[in-house]
């Protein structure tokens, strides 16, 4: 072999250490995807299952592109939309798109990028498009040949998410799905394994240790090894409940709050003496009852930084919105968030009645038992109790409370109309 590789003129040589088919595992490659005309496809899902740094990202990245290419080993024919859905839409661009493993990293014919068009195009005309799992309404229209979803055990609502993505595989004549993740054994995870059409690689970190960092092996793996979160995370196995356990993934997950909101009431001037900015956040739980997590008002701060409160508190409680008051000053409001993110989902609403009406369908769902805080929240709670029909008792304008008003009418009396109460 030696000799034949010397035989060989350089840029063949050159070429063979970069080509996909030469460098990868087998648990990088998919079956076989040219099926003879007519043929029933042998799959429609293919799951790389595996630990962190076993190669995901890559195997994933060059599937993608070998599609949009028409690489004969991966398809019968170039697929001409590929959707890329990743947890948020930062994690689509900063691993699957530009990270080290990511599309734009790979050797050959590379795909022009469009950030603000979320969009990468190939030469050929052949468009992957990303998508945030955050936002599975934004699936819903588009169509795709392929699809890739990557670390989907970790998306907050995968199930929503992942049922769009299978809608829009409707293009040519074998459209499919590849899920690169991590394992936990979530219900849609174990769905998908179980399904006849899915067909399971596995890889463990291990595996790709050339490629990773000497101190990473010898502290993580070192460390983990062996144990219930390494052999999850490291060996990429699907770890079930123990029999005896107190406590249950299933009854865990039917527990958890759904949906977390984030809801701004942005001053409208940013002088000196000016109105708070309002920051509220509450989630809705599966019972129905929402809980209101956080007030992080702040009072004298310019744009940039309630703005930065707010995304700081919407990533620490791993919300799933922004929900933004737009009547005054609000559109600035959204443009500064999206300044700092531009990946943030921002829902504006606007107020079409006056600031007692708004909160008296909310007073109601506090009179049903309906609302809970987590905690003590002292401030608001003050501006609450001060609020009437004339607004509060010393004139100043209740931030706080509109906030909360947004945020809970957003959860629980529809994610953009206001409440409306019927009057006998």
Not at 113 to 121: A, D, H, I
Not at 205 to 228: I, K, Q
Request: aromatic share 6%.
């Amino acid at each position: 072999m030696p000799a034949f590789l010397a035989s060989l003129p350089p840029p063949l040589i050159q070429a063979l250490g970069t080509d996909w088919l030469h460098l990868a595992r087998g648990d990088q490659l998919p079956p076989c995807a040219t099926e003879t005309a007519g043929a029933i496809p042998p799959w429609t899902t293919w799951a790389v299952i595996g630990g962190r740094g076993s190669g995901k990202t890559r195997t994933g990245a060059e599937w993608v592109r070998a599609l949009a290419l028409g690489d004969p080993a991966f398809t019968a024919e170039p697929v001409g939309r590929i959707a890329l859905v990743g947890e948020t839409f930062a994690d689509v661009r900063d691993v699957m798109i530009e990270g080290s493993s990511g599309l734009l990293s790979l050797a050959g014919p590379r795909a022009r990028w469009s950030p603000s068009r979320r969009r990468l195009e190939w030469d050929n005309g052949a468009v992957a498009m990303a998508f945030s799992a955050e936002e599975p309404d934004s699936l819903r229209g588009p169509q795709f040949g392929a699809a890739w979803s990557d670390e989907l055990a970790k998306w907050r609502s995968p199930d929503a998410a992942y049922d769009m993505i299978q809608f829009g595989l409707r293009l040519g004549r074998h459209p499919r799905g590849l899920v690169t993740t991590t394992s936990r054994p979530i219900p849609l995870i174990r769905r998908l394994l179980a399904d006849s059409l899915t067909v399971v690689s596995r890889s463990r970190t291990a595996d790709n240790a050339a490629n990773l960092a000497p101190a990473f092996l010898e502290a993580v793996v070192g460390r983990y090894a062996g144990t219930r979160l390494g052999r999850q995370e490291l060996e990429g196995e699907l770890i079930e409940d123990r029999p005896d356990a107190l406590w249950t993934r299933a009854g865990i997950e039917a527990g958890r709050v759904a949906r977390i909101v984030v809801a701004v009431d942005p001053p409208a001037s940013s002088r000196a003496g000016a109105d708070a900015c309002g920051i509220v956040a509450a989630g809705l739980a599966p019972d129905g009852c929402a809980y209101v997590l956080a007030d992080a008002t702040l009072r004298g701060a310019k744009p940039q930084g309630w703005a930065a409160a707010a995304l700081a508190l919407y990533r620490r409680l791993e919300a799933d919105a922004l929900v933004v008051e737009v009547n005054q000053g609000g559109e600035m409001a959204s443009a500064v968030l999206h300044e700092i993110d531009p990946a943030v989902p921002v829902t504006p609403v606007r107020a079409m009645r006056g600031k007692y009406l708004r909160a008296e369908s909310v007073a109601v769902l506090y009179a049903q038992g309906r609302v809970r805080h987590a905690g003590a929240l002292p401030a608001l709670e003050d501006e609450m109790c001060d609020f009437g029909s004339d607004g509060l008792s010393g004139g100043a304008s209740p931030d706080r409370v509109d906030a909360l008003v947004w945020a809970l009418t957003h959860l629980m009396l529809g994610p953009r109309a206001e409440p409306r109460i019927r009057r006998l």
